[in-house]
C-alpha cells in the first residue's frame, strides 16, 4: 500500500450570468443552473465517494429573506441523496409556479444565481456530515458571509492555525479547512471594515455603505493576504454572500481547475471534460486556470483571472493525473498513452525480443490507456526488427515469399487476461474487510497462456494498488502457470 491520500475532491462552481427567466425561455426551465450542476457533480463523481455538497446563494435578495441553501449528504448513495433533497422542495409547486422565474427565486430555495458543488474522497478521518464540504462562515452582514470548498492538502496547517491565534481568533477545531476557511474570512472581514471606513466618513448611511462595499470589494487583494503563506496543493472556491466568487489555485499547478465562461454562465471544475460534456462544448473553449491565479467573478458579472502568488514550477500531483482525472481528458489520456509508449524499449529486453512467447495485457481499468500506448511501442519496435530481418535475407540472397510471409506474420500477442469482478475501490475500505475484499477484486481468463512456455507482461498504472497487486493480481495470474511474469 501506498502512502494514504487526504484530499483529492472534485468542486464545481456555476455563475449565471442573466435573469432565471432567460434560461426558462431559452431552455424551458428556470433550474437550468440545478440541472447543470448536477451533470457536473455526475461527471466528477470519480473524484468523491464519500460524500457530496451544494450551495447556492440568491443575488439581490430582499432583507430578512434566506439567501443561501446548503445540503449536505455522506450516505452510500450520495449524489442521489443530494439531489433527491434539492429537488424535493419543488414537489408541490404547480405547473405555473414552476414556470415562474421570479415566484421560484422569493419562494423556493436552491433558486440562485451562484452555485458551488462539491465531492469528497476522505480516505483518513472521520467520514461525519461534518467533514462534507460547502464549508460556511456566517454574519450578519451580506458581504462577511463566506462559503468555501476546495480539492487542497496544506502542509502547514500549524503554522497557520499559530496565526490564527495571532489574530485573536479561537477557531473551534484544528484541521486544515477550518484553518484555509477562517484565514480567508479574517481577511474578508478586514476588507470589508476597511472600505466601511473609508466610506462612513463621507457621510454615507449604512445601508448605502452596503451597497459600496459590495461594489468595491477587492478579492484579489483580500486572497493575495490570505494566502500568502499557504504551503501545499490546493484548488480552492468560495463565494461571498453579497454575490462576488472565486476559485484560487495553487502556485505549482499541483491541483486541477478548468473553467469557461460567454455571456451566459462561468462554470469552473476539476475536471475538464466535465465542462464540455455539461455544456457541450469543445477543447479549446475550456481554459485552464492558471497556477498562482484566481478565477474572480465579481457580482456585476465581470470576470477576470489575476495573479494571487507568484507562479512556481509546474509539480502536478500525480496521484491527479494518474489516479483521479477521467481519461477522456484529451492531456489526460494522451500522457498515459505516451507514458505507456515509452516502456516499450525496456519491455522488449526484458523479454528478450522473444514476442513469439510472451503475452501482453494490462490491469483493468486505469491501465488500458497505457497499455494501448505500450503496444504501440512495441509494434515500432517489432517494425524495425522486421525490417532488419527482410534486409539481411535480402542482403544473402535467401528472401522468398514463404520467408517474407513469416517475418510479417510476426505480432504483438494481446489479451485481456484480468477483469475486474468488484467495482469497490477497497484501499478505502478499513482493515478488517480490506482482506476479504482484495482476494476477489480480479478474475483471470483462463486457457490463452502457454503453461511454462509464455511470458506474462501487464502494465499497470495504479499507484495505489499495493495491497491489490500483491495479495490478488500477481496471485491469481500465478494460477496461469506462465514461465513468468513481468
Known amino acids: 500500500m501506498s502512502d494514504p491520500i487526504k484530499h483529492e475532491c472534485g468542486l464545481a462552481l456555476i455563475r449565471l450570468l442573466k435573469p432565471l427567466d432567460y434560461y426558462h425561455k431559452k431552455y424551458g426551465t428556470a433550474l437550468y443552473g440545478l440541472n447543470k450542476m448536477n451533470l457536473l457533480l455526475q461527471k466528477q463523481r470519480n473524484r468523491g465517494q464519500d460524500g457530496a455538497g451544494l450551495v447556492t446563494i440568491k443575488l439581490d435578495s430582499m432583507p430578512g429573506t434566506r439567501y443561501i441553501s446548503r445540503r449536505r449528504s455522506n450516505s452510500p448513495q450520495y449524489l442521489k441523496d443530494l439531489f433527491e433533497g434539492v429537488f424535493s422542495h419543488f414537489n408541490d409547486v404547480t405547473k405555473e409556479q414552476l414556470n415562474d422565474p421570479v415566484w421560484l427565486k422569493e419562494n423556493k430555495p436552491y433558486t440562485g444565481e451562484l452555485l458551488l ?120 472556491a468560495g463565494l461571498i454572500g453579497h454575490g462576488d466568487a472565486f476559485v484560487l489555485r495553487d502556485p505549482g499547478g499541483i491541483r486541477p481547475a478548468f473553467y469557461y465562461h460567454d455571456d451566459e454562465i462561468v462554470v469552473v471544475a476539476s475536471e475538464r471534460p466535465a465542462i464540455q460534456t455539461s455544456l457541450n462544448i469543445r477543447y479549446h473553449q475550456v481554459k485552464e486556470l492558471k497556477p498562482g491565479h484566481a478565477l474572480i467573478i465579481k457580482k456585476n458579472g465581470t470576470v477576470s483571472e489575476e495573479p494571487c502568488k507568484e507562479p512556481a514550477a509546474l509539480t502536478p500531483c500525480s496521484f491527479e493525473r494518474i489516479y483521479f482525472s477521467r481519461g477522456t481528458d484529451r492531456d489526460i489520456y494522451l500522457e498515459r ?53 527482410i534486409m539481411a535475407l535480402r542482403e544473402n540472397g535467401n528472401l522468398t ?80 502457470k506462465p514461465k513468468k511474469s513481468l
Open 337 to 389: 498513452k505516451k507514458l505507456g509508449e515509452l516502456l516499450a524499449g525496456k519491455i522488449m529486453k526484458a523479454v528478450n525480443y522473444d514476442i513469439e512467447n510472451t503475452l501482453f495485457s494490462f490491469i483493468p481499468n486505469t491501465a488500458e490507456v497505457a497499455f494501448y500506448g505500450m503496444i504501440k511501442g512495441l509494434e515500432a519496435r517489432l517494425n524495425l526488427i522486421k525490417a532488419e530481418q
Open 117 to 236: 458543488g462539491h465531492l469528497r474522497y476522505g480516505t483518513h478521518g472521520a467520514n461525519t456530515i461534518e467533514t462534507v464540504h460547502p464549508f460556511l462562515r456566517q454574519n450578519n452582514w451580506i458581504t462577511r458571509n463566506l462559503v468555501l470548498a476546495g480539492n487542497f492538502n496544506l502542509t502547514n496547517v500549524d503554522e497557520l492555525f499559530g496565526e490564527l491565534l495571532s489574530f485573536g481568533q479561537y477557531p473551534k477545531e484544528k484541521s486544515d479547512t477550518v484553518t484555509v476557511l477562517e484565514k480567508i474570512g479574517h481577511f474578508l472581514d478586514d476588507e470589508v471594515q476597511r472600505l466601511f471606513n473609508w466610506f462612513k466618513p463621507e457621510g454615507y448611511t449604512n445601508q448605502e455603505i452596503n451597497t459600496l462595499i459590495a461594489e468595491h470589494l477587492d478579492v484579489q487583494r483580500l486572497l493575495q493576504r490570505a494566502c500568502r503563506k499557504f504551503d501545499g496543493g490546493y484548488v480552492m
Open 401 to 480: 515469399p514463404e520467408k517474407l510471409q513469416q517475418i510479417l506474420d510476426q505480432s504483438v500477442r494481446v489479451e485481456k487476461l484480468t477483469v475486474k469482478d468488484e467495482k469497490l475501490r477497497t484501499f478505502i475500505a478499513d482493515d478488517a474487510s480490506r482482506g476479504e475484499m482484495v482476494s476477489h477484486v480480479y478474475d483471470v481468463t483462463y486457457g490463452i497462456v502457454k503453461n511454462e512456455v509464455d511470458t506474462l507482461v501487464l502494465i499497470d498504472d495504479s499507484i495505489v494498488r499495493g495491497t491489490t497487486l500483491k495479495d490478488s493480481i500477481i496471485y491469481i495470474l500465478s494460477t496461469l
